[in-house]
């Protein structure tokens, strides 16, 4: 006996892509094969029309989604036009960061993601260790160390501070390892600026900030002296203890919420 099956019940509806999309597409490829560099602009409207064979409504249509997608920018006017950026990576953190605030992620289950991936890099760092980034690390540490007299307020703190998280994890020289923590970073900024303006001003914050630049710069030396393990270990710990000190023990509990703004003084 023939077996029949109903073909609507076992294949989803399939939607045709809309002219526009397809149109985003064909440029969203050529992108990020860097056929079109950042920078670059694209031909007029009305050329790219005729090219594409659709009207006006329609190419602005693929122009917006690609400038939801952070890479285009369109400006309007007679000097106006299309033109290539460079992907931004807030934009990644924003759609990875409401799954998971969706799915009700925890500030601890971030900062345990970053426990995966920062200390491996830093053994990455140590165990490749290049001459270059070895002066760059070098000189970053200097320019905190130079802040610390000046009392820096606590956002321009933190985002030295995670400029030289970036640093480690860029340096190791893994794109994806780096894309990855980045994200992470983005996700867990407005905790992090929230926990640094609730602390600042208390009277260990200096000594905070000091132990800090000590040991990022004995990170530098285990790195120089090509020590992966001694590397990866002491990032881990500077991580924890960096987490305690923020958010305390009570903080792993809370969930992560994006749209929460710091308090200004």
Excluded: C
């Excluded at 999309?21 to 920078?39: H, K, S």
């Excluded at 890479?71 to 759609?95: C, F, I, K, N």
């Excluded at 409401?98 to 990455?124: D, H, K, N």
Aim: overall charge positive.
């Amino acid at each position: 006996m023939a077996l029949r099956f109903d073909t609507e019940a076992v294949l989803p509806a399939v939607r045709a892509p809309k002219t526009a999309e397809l149109i985003a597409a064909r440029l969203r490829g050529q992108i990020v094969r860097g056929e079109l560099r950042p920078g670059s602009r694209l031909p007029p409207e009305a050329e790219l029309q005729e090219q594409f064979g659709v009207s006006r409504p329609t190419l602005r249509e693929a122009f917006r989604i690609l400038e939801a997608e952070s890479l285009l920018t369109v400006r309007r006017g007679a000097r106006g036009g299309a033109q290539v950026v460079t992907p931004d990576l807030s934009v990644a953190a924003r759609h990875v960061g409401s799954l998971l605030q969706v799915s009700g992620t925890t500030i601890g289950e971030v900062y345990e993601a970053r426990l995966a991936i920062e200390p491996t890099a830093a053994r990455m760092l140590a165990l490749r260790r290049r001459r270059e980034a070895l002066a760059e690390l070098r000189a970053y540490v200097e320019m905190l160390r130079s802040l610390l007299p000046t009392d820096p307020p606590p956002d321009d703190w933190a985002r030295a501070v995670s400029g030289f998280h970036d640093l480690v994890v860029e340096l190791a020289g893994n794109k994806a390892l780096a894309v990855a923590a980045g994200v992470l970073r983005e996700i867990a900024a407005t905790h992090i600026a929230i926990a640094l303006a609730r602390s600042y001003g208390r009277s260990d914050t200096p000594a905070s900030m000091a132990r800090a630049v000590r040991s990022f710069g004995k990170l530098v030396d285990l790195v120089a002296a090509r020590d992966g393990d001694g590397a990866e270990k002491h990032w881990r710990t500077h991580l924890q203890v960096a987490y305690k000190t923020l958010f305390g023990a009570e903080a792993a509990a809370g969930v992560l919420d994006l749209y929460e703004k710091p308090a200004r003084a």
